[in-house]
């Protein structure tokens, strides 16, 4: 989740004292790694994915099922073996916020060939059993993006109970044990995030009405004011962090690539939150959300009432229109300079500085903007540092912009170039469908560079989309702004024609390049309208030299991904909602109880250990459903 830095935490009083001294150095410590690395070329197309997992403790007998707060313990072990041995390892370990998360990360990233789309998802299997083997006989390691009765009554092993009263979290829900123990940085961030915005943070999502739905669904809005009667109230940090994702990280060939890929990636970011959907369960309840978007948003939403606009600016400078987790504000490159069509806010002296250092309007832009948010953990030993040396004042800001995409410069003294993160999208089942969707993002950034595609639409259309993407059942039922002529003068010949025949020339209309279009037309294509991503990487690869396997395994992705698409399979969101609803233990109340909880969760369980194989989910196969016929599952397409 960001820069874990060693040491002891201010408290929130001294860290808002240092907030001018972590912007001023944060700005400084940009400019010079800026300096120092600008021209920086040569780097090679590296990249890499982060999965985030939960622990989940089962009870056969009571039929029960928990979250493990092992995440601790496990990484002990985990991270010992890739100390004794950095170089060698296959995977790479990390805290996340929940006491019952961890992060897997391959043990090194995976470069420019084709035939690498052949390891992905056997490190992430491997991953999984690396976990596995340290794991009681009832615990498992599950890559769900949200726990479905997180924060209900008794949802953690062993027990533990919220203190509204006092702590970092003060939650009448999720109690601060739940909170990664094992390093400071995640109850410092929820406490300071809580003293920062004047309150605890409050996420109203609204609940899926069913025919015996009561409202208000529970009483806590007769404890909060916050508390909306017909939504599922949630107070704390963790109802948001403590969910999990997918990510993918690129390393560029140089900052130019680097800024090209964030930006063409951008209008992607909501198309594919809505095609991972798989979060619409939170404390019990059944919502009328598909995503974790906007709940992490609320997680972290450290704004004043003053910055939230709620009351005349008195302290704060800006009012803000979104949380520090949210989509970007700005584009990159100077072909989006004319999309950036919100008023980007920040510091005009910080915005000065960087450009009296000769950073262009458009990045100064971005990093002054990302430094209109104070720092939110600050460490004692971190407070004094050398501007040409260190960079943490800037990571601490960077890290805390938890953004749909983050621009990353090189870190000082190392091998590794720029990068860019791609960050909207949902964890799933299995890690073959984790694969597809890593594979399928990887080759269409290829596409964007060697056909030099232009996906850029209005940042105002993206916000848009982003809000629609959550939707119940968005991949299914939504029309997203997309743009239609995504042609340059490289682009394939299906690409340009299919967009002539648009209204693509008119350039008397802009807002006639883009168009409404479902998750299907823009994965799939539209006839005359869209030539569809999945056409595009197929001709991409038609002129690559690919060997049988690769080939194999990346068609079986494509077609994965192209079925999801056209809705001949459920998303994880529309499949849970389908499981719960239809389970016998469900009252049409939109209530997730103990049992339908226990029976989804070890259902998952069984289709990711391949004990059971989901048509739903991954698509009909005449393959047998064995184990081992999982990441083939669907190879009677080759
Ligand atoms: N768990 C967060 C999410 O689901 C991401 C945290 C991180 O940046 O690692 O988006
Ligand atoms: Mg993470």
């Known amino acids: 989740m960001g820069l874990l830095t060693e040491g002891s935490p201010l408290s929130w009083e001294e860290t808002k004292k240092l907030a001018p001294h972590v912007r001023q150095h944060g700005i400084t410590q940009f400019i010079n790694l800026y300096k120092k690395l600008r021209d920086r070329e040569g780097d090679v197309l590296k990249w890499g994915d982060e999965v985030e997992y939960i622990i989940v403790k089962f009870n056969d007998e009571k039929k029960q099922a928990k979250v493990s707060l092992r995440g601790d313990e496990l990484l002990t072990v985990l991270n010992k073996k890739e100390l004794e041995d950095p170089n060698g390892v296959k995977s790479l370990w990390r805290p996340e916020y929940g006491a019952y998360m961890i992060e897997g990360t391959p043990g090194r990233p995976y470069g420019g060939l084709l035939a690498h789309f052949n390891i992905v998802e056997a490190n992430m299997r491997l991953r999984r059993k690396e976990v596995t083997e340290l794991l009681k006989a009832d615990e498992a390691i599950m890559s769900i993006t949200s726990f479905p009765r997180l924060g209900c009554e008794d949802f953690t092993h062993p027990p533990t109970k919220p203190t509204p009263d006092q702590g970092a979290t003060r939650s009448l829900f999720f109690p601060d044990d739940v909170i990664f123990p094992g390093h400071p940085r995640f109850k410092t961030l929820s406490r300071n995030i809580r003293m920062r915005r004047g309150e605890k943070v409050a996420i109203n999502l609204p609940v899926f009405r069913d025919k015996n739905t009561k409202i208000p669904i529970d009483d806590s809005y007769k404890h909060d004011r916050a ?202 089942v299995t890690d073959f469908e984790n694969a597809a969707i890593v594979c399928f993002v990887v080759l269409l950034t290829r596409v964007i560079l060697s056909y030099q595609l232009n996906f850029l639409i209005p940042i105002s259309k993206v916000d848009e989309n982003m809000q629609k993407a959550q939707k119940r059942n968005a991949a299914r039922d939504q029309k997203f702004w997309f743009r239609r002529d995504i042609t340059t003068h490289v682009s394939p010949p299906a690409a340009a024609e299919c967009c002539r025949t648009g209204t693509s020339n008119c350039d008397v209309k802009e807002c006639d390049m883009f168009g409404q279009m479902t998750v299907n037309d823009i994965i799939n294509g539209k006839e005359g309208e869209f030539p569809g991503l999945i056409p595009l990487i197929n001709n991409y690869l038609a002129g690559m030299d690919v060997d049988a396997d690769t080939h194999c395994t990346i068609q079986q992705y494509l077609k994965f991904i192209q079925r999801r698409a056209a809705g001949e399979i459920l998303t994880t969101a529309s499949w849970i909602r389908k499981f719960v609803t239809e389970h016998p233990d469900y009252k049409h109340d939109s209530v997730v109880s103990e049992i339908i909880n226990y029976d989804l969760l070890k259902t998952v369980k069984d289709i990711q250990t391949g004990d059971k194989y989901c048509p739903l989910l991954l698509g009909v196969s005449t393959m047998s459903k064995t184990k081992e016929s999982i990441p083939s599952a669907l190879s009677d397409d080759c």
């Open 227 to 428: 508390a909306l009667p017909d939504h599922v109230y949630m107070d704390a940090m963790g109802f948001g962090m403590g969910c999990c994702c997918l990510q993918l990280t690129f390393q560029a060939c140089n900052i130019t690539e680097a800024r090209t890929l964030y930006d063409q990636l951008t209008p992607l970011c909501p198309i594919m939150l809505a095609f991972t959907a798989a979060s619409p369960l939170y404390r019990g309840f059944v919502t009328d959300v598909d995503c974790r978007w906007n709940v992490i948003s609320g997680s972290v939403d450290c704004r004043t009432e003053e910055e939230r606009g709620l009351k005349p600016l008195k302290e704060n400078t800006f009012v803000i229109n979104k949380s520090r987790y949210d989509s970007i504000d700005s584009y990159l490159s100077p072909q989006g300079e004319k999309y950036n069509d919100i008023p980007l806010l920040y510091n005009k002296e910080d915005y000065q500085k960087l450009v009296d250092n000769g950073i262009d309007p458009l990045l100064a832009g971005h990093i002054a903007h990302l430094f209109i948010r104070d720092s939110v953990s600050l460490f004692s030993e971190k407070v004094h540092q050398n501007d040409e040396e260190d960079s943490d004042h800037f990571e601490n800001i960077q890290s805390t912009n938890w953004q749909t995409m983050r621009f990353k410069p090189p870190p000082p003294h190392s091998t590794i170039g720029w990068r860019v993160e791609f960050r909207p999208c949902e964890a799933q």
